[in-house]
């Protein structure tokens, strides 16, 4: 609805309450000319019947002035009584119509949704600028006022067109960078369905479903790949995602069957690849051998343990201030550690600690047991952005006058490294 017609039945319903007030005083007033009317007519018809009575020698003249004094008098009388009747109902109906219109305002005034319809407005015209954001892999860089104001102009965009595949893959995109997994699985389920052709939105969904780690999502992303599979069966990008997600879910055929197809094109130093084949080694009942992949990390980080080692895979961080931080970052609230993949545009965090803000230099440890979701952990990425912030609300989401500092890292698999992050910027 545009401000146009809002404007337009605002003043229509204005009108009819204004006629509504109107119209029993505009009744009564007609009604009251109507008599008036009537008993002139009534005086009329009795003065010809007195002059019809003195020609017939019924009354004499004396009688007769005396009857039309008397009727002259009543006719005054009853013209001054509905004056004075009609003249005192205006000002109550004044009164009347002016609170009524002042009760209407208030109300509307409590009840209305214009600041969230300004908001809407707002959040439509930075839409451009912040798709463009998330499209390049910068979500991490949102605001939560970002953040709803991308997803709130979205869904209305969704509303007015709900067949509009595309703002689907968007919103589903945004919810999945936000780590809301079953919002964004339902959001490009949606896209799939509209646009069922369109390959690059299937496998947007089955790197969705990969993400929960559950059983059944995994089955169906599963069955998703292979009929990509069957479309592309050279795609190698699939098939390495189909011997990952058969891998989480203990298909040894599958597993061995796609990573073969990719074997001689990873690199050989490549961690995945060589989860892959521990992975592989262990469901072919080598348990001995290292545990790889997401199931299996899973499992390392219930128990706090390395499946070999026994040791933990992650960083030793010590977290300090710049000159200007100890100045002016916040002193109170807390201080989030997190590390995120930095081979991917995925900015869910793989492990977080969040402690209160004490005295500085800080050491924190940052391993495997720090992870978000189970299935997403350390031990399942190869090089990470480790992120040191100073947050008042203690949320990971970015907020206005927080600081941080940043540093890219190695993971090394059941090793503690070693890192210093300086905390130097402003958000």
Same mark, same amino acid.
């Given at each position: 609805m545009s401000w146009s017609e809002f404007y337009i039945i605002v003043s229509g319903l204005i009108t009819l309450v204004l006629l509504i007030i109107a119209f029993p005083w505009l009744r009564n007033k007609n009604h009251a000319k109507q008599d008036s009317l009537t008993n002139t007519q009534i005086v009329k018809q009795r003065l010809a019947e007195l002059d019809r009575e003195v020609t017939e020698g019924l009354i004499s003249e004396h009688d007769k002035r005396q009857a039309v004094d008397e009727l002259k008098l009543a006719l005054v009388d009853e013209s001054a009584f509905q004056s004075h009747k009609t003249g005192n109902a205006t000002l109550p109906l004044a009164v009347g119509g002016v609170l009524a219109i002042a009760c209407g305002v208030i109300v509307y005034s409590q009840v209305n949704q214009m600041e969230g319809v300004v908001r809407a407005n707002k959040a439509i015209e930075t839409l451009p600028e912040l798709s463009q954001q998330l499209a390049s892999g910068n979500a991490n860089n949102l605001t939560k006022q970002d953040i709803a104001s991308l997803a709130l102009a979205i869904r209305q965009r969704l509303r007015e067109e709900p067949a509009d595949d595309t703002g689907w893959m968007y919103f589903g995109r945004l919810m999945l960078s936000i780590g809301q997994e079953v919002q964004a699985i339902e959001a490009i389920d949606r896209?799939?369905? &509209?646009?069922?052709?369109?390959?690059?939105?299937?496998?947007?969904?089955?790197?969705?479903?990969?993400?929960?780690?559950?059983?059944?999502? &995994?089955?169906?992303?599963?069955s998703i790949l292979l009929s990509l599979l069957s479309e592309n069966p050279q795609n190698d990008n699939l098939a390495l995602m189909m011997a990952v997600v058969s891998a989480q879910l203990g298909d040894l055929d599958n597993t061995r069957r796609f990573y073969k197809q990719v074997e001689g094109k990873l690199p050989r130093d490549s961690d995945m690849a060589q989860r892959l084949v521990a992975r592989i080694q262990e469901l072919e009942g080598n348990t001995n051998e290292v545990v790889g992949l997401e199931d299996t990390a899973q499992q390392s980080a219930a128990s706090g343990k390395d499946k070999i080692s026994g040791e933990e895979t992650g960083f030793n961080v010590t977290v300090n201030l710049s000159e200007e931080a100890r100045e002016n970052a916040p002193r109170e609230g807390f201080l989030i550690v997190f590390a995120q993949d930095a081979n991917s545009g995925n900015k869910m965090p793989a492990a977080v600690v969040k402690l209160p803000i004490n005295s500085f230099p800080i050491s924190v440890a940052l391993t495997t047991d720090n992870a978000m979701m189970p299935q997403f952990t350390l031990a399942t990425l190869s090089d990470v952005i480790v992120t040191a912030r100073?947050?008042?609300?203690?949320?990971?989401?970015?907020?206005?006058?927080?600081?941080?500092?940043?540093?890219?890292?190695?993971?090394?698999?059941?090793?503690?490294?070693s890192l210093s992050i300086i905390i130097d910027k402003e958000l």
């Amino acid at each position: 609805m545009s401000w146009s017609e809002f404007y337009i039945i605002v003043s229509g319903l204005i009108t009819l309450v204004l006629l509504i007030i109107a119209f029993p005083w505009l009744r009564n007033k007609n009604h009251a000319k109507q008599d008036s009317l009537t008993n002139t007519q009534i005086v009329k018809q009795r003065l010809a019947e007195l002059d019809r009575e003195v020609t017939e020698g019924l009354i004499s003249e004396h009688d007769k002035r005396q009857a039309v004094d008397e009727l002259k008098l009543a006719l005054v009388d009853e013209s001054a009584f509905q004056s004075h009747k009609t003249g005192n109902a205006t000002l109550p109906l004044a009164v009347g119509g002016v609170l009524a219109i002042a009760c209407g305002v208030i109300v509307y005034s409590q009840v209305n949704q214009m600041e969230g319809v300004v908001r809407a407005n707002k959040a439509i015209e930075t839409l451009p600028e912040l798709s463009q954001q998330l499209a390049s892999g910068n979500a991490n860089n949102l605001t939560k006022q970002d953040i709803a104001s991308l997803a709130l102009a979205i869904r209305q965009r969704l509303r007015e067109e709900p067949a509009d595949d595309t703002g689907w893959m968007y919103f589903g995109r945004l919810m999945l960078s936000i780590g809301q997994e079953v919002q964004a699985i339902e959001a490009i389920d949606r896209a799939v369905k &509209l646009a069922p052709s369109n390959s690059a939105n299937r496998i947007t969904l089955a790197q969705a479903l990969m993400t929960t780690g559950d059983v059944n999502n &995994l089955e169906r992303a599963q069955s998703i790949l292979l009929s990509l599979l069957s479309e592309n069966p050279q795609n190698d990008n699939l098939a390495l995602m189909m011997a990952v997600v058969s891998a989480q879910l203990g298909d040894l055929d599958n597993t061995r069957r796609f990573y073969k197809q990719v074997e001689g094109k990873l690199p050989r130093d490549s961690d995945m690849a060589q989860r892959l084949v521990a992975r592989i080694q262990e469901l072919e009942g080598n348990t001995n051998e290292v545990v790889g992949l997401e199931d299996t990390a899973q499992q390392s980080a219930a128990s706090g343990k390395d499946k070999i080692s026994g040791e933990e895979t992650g960083f030793n961080v010590t977290v300090n201030l710049s000159e200007e931080a100890r100045e002016n970052a916040p002193r109170e609230g807390f201080l989030i550690v997190f590390a995120q993949d930095a081979n991917s545009g995925n900015k869910m965090p793989a492990a977080v600690v969040k402690l209160p803000i004490n005295s500085f230099p800080i050491s924190v440890a940052l391993t495997t047991d720090n992870a978000m979701m189970p299935q997403f952990t350390l031990a399942t990425l190869s090089d990470v952005i480790v992120t040191a912030r100073l947050s008042e609300d203690g949320d990971v989401a970015v907020s206005q006058g927080e600081w941080q500092g940043s540093v890219n890292a190695s993971v090394t698999i059941n090793e503690l490294s070693s890192l210093s992050i300086i905390i130097d910027k402003e958000l």
